[in-house]
């Protein structure tokens, strides 16, 4: 991963760690459990703050990424208007790498990184179009972003493994399963995610202008 730290100021960096600081208090009433204590809160909030500057694809760039050839196949077919539309569509269902976040069990502390068929196989040919479609569905969970930088880490040294489950699984699915605020999960098969693509896939289409 390329070192956008330049585009990261000191100030921004103290601003990110306070809204980690006032996050961690949610934890205060654990004893014996200091989240804060195990985490770098000033490490953490310029890893989550440099994963974030990097450069993001348009729609346009990820459909390519995804199936380079995909615009000379629909002008092969003709496609136009709500067919070319139906076929930019389900290219980015099935083909483009999505990731899913969430946390359960007590506190909270337990967090899942979703990964679907795609993310699973690109990874080892692409992983970093798997990290931007991570660093996205990271921002709806903070514990997760806070830890992005290490988890990504984990993930490039742990392609082989991910992909293995992924294979053995009926749906070709994988999941990574830790403890805030430790950025080691551990990777098992993810059968039972319910994947519902229409909102995001109907945004990406809209934004692409049709």
């Known amino acids: 991963m390329s070192d956008h730290g330049d585009k990261v100021t000191e100030g921004q960096v103290q601003e990110r760690a306070a809204q980690i600081r006032e996050r961690l208090k949610r934890w205060e009433y654990l004893k014996g459990f200091d989240v804060a204590a195990a985490l770098d ?3 953490a909030a310029r890893r989550s703050l440099r994963a974030r500057s990097r450069p993001k694809p348009s729609a346009h ?7 380079p050839e995909w615009e000379r196949e629909a002008a092969r077919q003709q496609l136009t208007g709500e067919a070319l539309v139906a076929f930019k569509r389900q290219i980015l269902e099935s083909e483009t790498p999505q990731v899913a976040c969430d946390t359960d069990g007590f506190g909270d502390l337990r967090y899942h990184i979703h990964l679907n068929k795609a993310a699973v196989e690109t990874l080892s040919s692409d992983v970093e179009l798997v990290f931007e479609a991570l660093e996205w569905a990271t921002l709806a969970v903070p514990e997760i972003d806070e830890l992005i930088s290490p988890i990504e880490t984990f993930i490039r040294a742990e ?5 293995s489950i992924g294979r053995a699984s009926s749906t070709g ?7 805030y605020p430790c950025p080691i999960p551990i990777p098992e098969s993810d059968d039972d995610f319910d994947w519902d693509l229409a909102g995001k896939i109907g ?6 202008g049709g």
């Not at 760039?61 to 199936?67: F, G, I, N, T």
Request: hydrophobic content about 60%; charged content about 20%.
């Open 41 to 43: 809160v000033e490490a």
């Open 61 to 67: 760039d990820l459909l390519k990424a995804v199936r």
């Open 159 to 163: 392609v082989a493994a991910i992909q």
């Open 173 to 179: 699915q994988a999941q990574l399963v830790g403890i």
């Open 203 to 208: 945004d990406i289409i809209h934004h692409m």
